[in-house]
Each structure stands twice: as structure tokens, then as C-alpha cells.
Antibody, heavy 121, light 112 residues
Framework: QVQLQESGPGLVKPSETLSLTCSVS????????WSWIRQPPGKGLEWIGY???????NYNPSLESRVTISVDTSKNQFSLKLSSVTAADTAVYYC???????????????WGKGTTVTVSS | QSVLTQPPSVSGAPGQRVTISCTGS?????????VHWYQQLPGAAPILLIY???NRPSGVPDRFSGSKSGTSASLAITGLQAEDEADYYC????????????FGGGTKLTVL
């Protein structure tokens, strides 16, 4: 049974870089695709991007200039870096395992519990 | 404002059937791209309910079913139970701009 666990600072200052890690247990990260999704307080879900151990990545165009998602196969982890954050980046951040059947058929079947990140000075 | 439109709320009594719609356009559902559905219980992470328009992952009750036609998709829940009270989100691919995966705005299901 694959499980995902997010970790990282719960408070980030404006203009700094948000950094989160997702630890994968119960399965190898060298299979499937791995995504980050966020949910601002009281709002809906927003897909941030995904990565694959091969180096294949894809990002939400609205965040692409600020986002980096990468995999560390030695630690069975993947990470999210979001630069130049503002209050609008305050959200619950989820990591998830994804299935990519073709360029458009992508869904996420295992999710972490989520971690709350607040952007404030 | 999402490119996939869902009603903000729906409700039904225990045992009834409810449907939740997800309306898109020619750049997403209308282009033939698949739709997936997630359930988010209060205070919890989303759970995959339906993938590829109408496929249930193992463990999801057959009370949940999905369908898609043209620019719209629907999630149907039969035999409504109190534990079904949650937020529901559709997700698909949108070929507008650079192309990426989008979620609907979400629908709050209230069991009366």
C-alpha cells in the first residue's frame, strides 16, 4: 500500500521560496508520475505540476515561471519549489501519485494528507 | 474561474439518487479528453472516485458512476448515504494556452 507524506515549513515569508518534500513509502518512486496540487483556504483544487524519474516534467502555465518539481530516487522522495511567493500562495499543498496514459489522460489515485503553508511576514 | 463548471451545491435525502454536472468546452471535454472525479470529505485529502469517464478504482462502491457526452460529464450517486456528504471535483485536460490539467470548481453535496 503506497503512502505519501508531505513535509516542509508551515510559514514562508513573502518573496522567499516555498520548499516541500513528499516521501513515498510502500512502493518505488521510479514508476508512475508524481504531482503537486494545492487548495487555498475555502477554495478548490489547483494542479501545480508533475514529474517523472526520467526527468519528464509538466507545469501549470500560470505557475511555470516560479515552479520546480524534482525527484530524488535515492531517497524515494520528490520535491516542490515555488519561488517569489505572495499571500496568494497560501494553501494546503498535496502530493499525489499520478497515472499518465497519454499526453492528456492523467489522473491521481493516491494522495498525501496535505500540509498547510502560510505566506506571511 | 475554472474552465470546468460545476454547480456550487446539490442536496438529496438518504436513499435518493443525485447527479453532479461538470460542463466544459471544445478545448477540454468537447475535444474528447477524459474526465476524472474526486471526493473530498471534510478536512481530508481528495480520493479518486472515477477515472477515464466511467471507471471505478477498486474499493469505490458501485453506487458511484460517471458518464460523459459532448462538452459535459456527470457523476451519479445512488442510494445516498450520510457519509457521502463531501465536496466533489471533476478533472480533465484543457488544450487551451499551453495545455494542462484542470479541476472544476467543486460541488458541495449535502445529505438532508
Amino acid at each position: 500500500q503506497v503512502q505519501l507524506q508531505e513535509s516542509g515549513p508551515g510559514l514562508v515569508k513573502p518573496s522567499e521560496t516555498l520548499s516541500l518534500t513528499c516521501s513515498v513509502s510502500g512502493g518505488s518512486i521510479s514508476v508512475y508520475y508524481w504531482s503537486w496540487i494545492r487548495q487555498p483556504p475555502g477554495k478548490g483544487l489547483e494542479w501545480i505540476g508533475y514529474t517523472h524519474y526520467s526527468g519528464n516534467t509538466n507545469y501549470n502555465p500560470s505557475l511555470e515561471s516560479r515552479v520546480t518539481i524534482s525527484v530524488d530516487t535515492s531517497k524515494n522522495q520528490f520535491s516542490l519549489k515555488l519561488s517569489s511567493v505572495t499571500a496568494a500562495d497560501t494553501a494546503v499543498y498535496y502530493c499525489a501519485r499520478g497515472h499518465l496514459r497519454n499526453y492528456s489522460f492523467y489522473y491521481m489515485d493516491v494522495w498525501g494528507k496535505g500540509t498547510t503553508v502560510t505566506v506571511s511576514s | 474561474q475554472s474552465v470546468l463548471t460545476q454547480p456550487p451545491s446539490v442536496s438529496g435525502a438518504p436513499g435518493q439518487r443525485v447527479t453532479i454536472s461538470c460542463t466544459g468546452s471544445s478545448s477540454n471535454l468537447g475535444a474528447g479528453f477524459h474526465v476524472h472525479w474526486y471526493q473530498q470529505l471534510p478536512g481530508a485529502a481528495p480520493i479518486l472516485l472515477i477515472y477515464g469517464n466511467n471507471n471505478r478504482p477498486s474499493g469505490v462502491p458501485d453506487r458511484f458512476s460517471g458518464s460523459k457526452s459532448g462538452t459535459s460529464a456527470s457523476l451519479a450517486i445512488t442510494g445516498l448515504q450520510a457519509e457521502d456528504e463531501a465536496d466533489y471535483y471533476c478533472q480533465s485536460y484543457d488544450s487551451g494556452l499551453s495545455g494542462f490539467w484542470v479541476f472544476g470548481g467543486g460541488t458541495k453535496l449535502t445529505v438532508l
